[in-house]
């Protein structure tokens, strides 16, 4: 079982980052920071948290204007892939998002994680950019109906 929280202290947010790292960056060589943007002091955080307290899955939402947000940084600890966590970390920021009037999500994801969000009413608006030389993404966009 798992719970979906957002992180609050320093070390929850130390946590946090370290999963984000470790998914999304460590298995390309890239150095500790470069998990993170200039978005995350005014962004919405998400994190799973599983029976023993762990983080096990992290996502991040930031405002564009009034009514668009991005989603980033969705990441799952690799033995809970598939375990239902991406899916409730994606709605508890789509509710978060549709609370602040946010109507457009939009993201770029990884071609290995397009199907996960297609799945979820995510739509493919063309090709996104080229990560390290090799993992390719795409855009693809989410209307809210609030
Ligand atoms: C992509 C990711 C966030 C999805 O989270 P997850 O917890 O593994 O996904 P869930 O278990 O919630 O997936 C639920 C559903 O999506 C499907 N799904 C998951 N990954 C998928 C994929 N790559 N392609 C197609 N479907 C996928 C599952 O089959 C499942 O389907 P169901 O609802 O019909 O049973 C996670 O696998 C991950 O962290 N991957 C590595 C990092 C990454 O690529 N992050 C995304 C960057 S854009």
Known sequence: MFKITAPRSKTEFERYYDLRWRI????????????????????????????????????????????????????????????????????????????????LIKLNARENSVGFYTKRGYQITGPGHLLYDEIKHQKLEKRLDN
Do not use: C, F
């Open 24 to 103: 999304l960056r460590a298995p390309w060589q890239q150095p500790r920071g470069s998990e993170r943007d200039h978005h995350e002091n005014n962004a919405i955080h998400a994190m799973a948290l599983n029976d023993e307290g762990h983080i096990i899955g992290v996502a991040r939402l930031h405002q564009i204007n009034k009514t668009t947000a991005q989603i980033r940084y969705m990441a799952v600890e690799d033995r809970w892939q598939g375990s239902g966590i991406g899916d409730a970390l994606l709605r508890d920021l789509e509710d978060k998002a549709r609370a602040l009037g946010v109507q």
